[in-house]
């Protein structure tokens, strides 16, 4: 599994702990890889950045039925304790938007 090892500038690098106590399954593992990648895609990011990719990626799963007003109620609920409360409210408004246009 690979395990985030941080360095003294607080940057996160990713390295593969072969002697894990957890053993994965494909789906996990597959999943897990996702998500790193996800991370790294977008660690780069401003919030601007995010936001139009944010935007873009929604906009994409409202036309192909991918995205559901549930979905963004569960994208909001994990995202936001990690967030500001400005980042919280922010976030708010623009899951709201997107729900307003399906």
Do not use: C, W
């Not at 109620?73 to 936001?80: P, R, T, V």
Request: net charge neutral; aromatic share 4%.
């Amino acid at each position: 599994m690979k395990k985030p090892r941080f360095n003294g500038g607080g940057n996160a690098q990713f390295t593969s702990n072969e002697n894990s106590a957890h053993s994965e399954n494909a789906a996990g593992g597959a999943a897990d890889d996702s998500i790193q990648a996800a991370m790294q895609r977008y660690s780069g990011m401003n919030e601007s950045q995010l936001m139009t990719e944010m935007l873009a990626r929604a906009a994409e799963g409202r036309r192909n039925g991918t995205l559901s007003d549930a979905d963004l109620d569960d994208f909001y609920a994990k995202a936001a304790p990690a967030l500001s409360p400005a980042q919280r409210d922010r976030l708010k408004g623009l899951v709201d938007s997107l729900k307003q246009n399906k």
